[in-house]
Nanobody, 117 residues
Framework: QVQLVESGGGLVQPGGSLRLSCAASGNIFSIYSMNWYRQAPGKQRELVAGITHGGSSNYADSVKGRFTISKYAKNTMYLQMNSLKPEDTAVYYC????????????WGQGTQVTVSS
């Protein structure tokens, strides 16, 4: 059974920083890509950042220059979030495309990030 577990969310003031972690566990043979999505109240889930096994990364325009996704090691991925803005407030979800007993997309349960003074 594959599990993705996020941590590191919380309440931070505008301009502050947080680091999110996502740990994948279970009978995993290969991880092809890992991604962070977020969903704010009343909005659709959107891709924030992603990174492939080869290390290629991509970012949403709204977070470029502020967020950094790190290449996963030991099945753990990080998202360093700096210069946070109130509009970054959302539930952040970890997603991975990986090969376990089957090839598929897996999701974590989400972690709340709130940016407010």
């Amino acid at each position: 059974q594959v599990q993705l577990v996020e941590s590191g969310g919380g309440l931070v003031q505008p301009g502050g920083s947080l680091r999110l972690s996502c740990a994948a566990s279970g009978n995993i043979f290969s991880i092809y890509s890992m991604n962070w999505y977020r969903q704010a109240p009343g909005k659709q889930r959107e891709l924030v950042a992603g990174i492939t096994h080869g290390g290629s990364s991509n970012y949403a325009d709204s977070v470029k220059g502020r967020f950094t996704i790190s290449k996963y090691a030991k099945n753990t991925m990080y998202l360093q979030m700096n210069s946070l803005k109130p509009e970054d407030t959302a539930v952040y979800y970890c997603n991975a495309r990986l090969q376990a007993n089957v090839l598929g997309n897996y999701w974590g349960q989400g972690t709340q990030v709130t940016v407010s003074s």
